[in-house]
């Protein structure tokens, strides 16, 4: 049985800086905290859906550009979980 498993780049944080943005400016354009920005940058906390269309919309990217998505064999994914414990 073939397994991939989804690991993700989310690229908020790099196109903000290139924008010229800072994580308040775009806290108050979401009206919430630059902390909650801080954690969405870190993937401490994951946005919802809705939320990210509206990161995307603000930092006038589309989706899969804020939101790269890899797809590993499941193999591959075991070997580079065994090699970094």
Do not use: C, W
């Amino acid at each position: 049985e073939v397994i991939f498993v989804f690991n993700y780049e989310f690229r908020m944080k790099s196109i903000r800086k290139k924008r010229g943005y800072t994580q308040q400016f775009i806290a108050d354009k979401l009206n919430t905290t630059s902390q909650l920005i801080s954690k969405y940058e870190t993937m401490v906390s994951n946005p919802s859906l809705e939320r990210l269309v509206e990161i995307a919309r603000i930092l006038d990217v589309t989706l899969d550009e804020l939101v790269v998505i890899k797809k590993m064999h499941s193999d591959y994914s075991e070997f580079m979980n065994e090699k970094y414990k």
